[in-house]
């Protein structure tokens, strides 16, 4: 009912965000476990993912590219993005989870996206800083590195001027507005 009634901005952040904490704080202590956790993820990926094709269009002259880098398989909040972005009319590129930099430049390039948005989850997740220092230094200049999720902050500092946080979503529809 609710994601056929709300605006997209309130269903991820009132809705299925909440939703997904939720799962992800209580599957230690509910019957079920890991497993409820995993089926609420691949239920709200699916609801995400109908969306981002329902908003999607390949004819938008800006083009945003959405990942998660290597090591980071925590998707449902880069995907929330993707589907804002395309509500927002934006084009948009969604690669999914667990990306090395190098696949991403080669994706960047081939979809001419001037803008790369990154879900960033695990701040001890290993060789992160590598991957998106890598990633920062060969993106061409004119393409910008938006950096969001629990570990952003952090990453973000260590990529200096090269990267934007974004804090959370109400900040990235804001960043979307400017483009």
């Known amino acids: 009912k609710h994601a056929a009634t709300l605006p ?3 269903l991820v952040e009132d809705v ?4 997904m904490r939720d799962a992800g704080g209580e599957w230690h202590r509910v019957r079920g476990g890991i497993a409820s956790e995993h089926v609420m993820s691949a239920t709200l990926r699916h609801l995400l993912g109908t969306f981002l094709r329902l908003y999607a269009r390949d004819d938008r002259e800006t083009r945003l590219l959405f990942a998660t880098p290597s090591g980071d398989r925590h998707e449902v909040g880069i995907l ?3 589907m804002l972005a395309a509500s927002h009319g934006v084009g948009v590129t969604y690669l999914g989870p667990d990306l090395p930099a190098d696949e991403i430049l ?3 390039d081939a979809s001419g996206a001037t803008v790369v948005v ?3 989850t695990m701040a001890d997740a290993p060789g992160l800083s590598n ?3 890598r990633l920062a230094g060969h993106l061409p200049p004119n393409v910008e590195l938006w950096l969001g999720g629990a570990a952003a902050v952090a990453q973000a500092h260590r990529l200096g001027a ?3 946080t974004i804090a959370d979503f109400a900040a990235f529809t804001h960043q979307l507005d400017h483009l």
């Open 106 to 108: 080669a994706a960047r």
């Open 8 to 10: 997209p901005i309130r």
């Open 131 to 133: 991957e998106l220092q």
């Open 118 to 120: 990154l879900g960033v």
């Open 16 to 19: 299925l965000l909440p939703a």
């Open 80 to 82: 929330a993005a993707a």
């Open 162 to 164: 090269r990267a934007t």
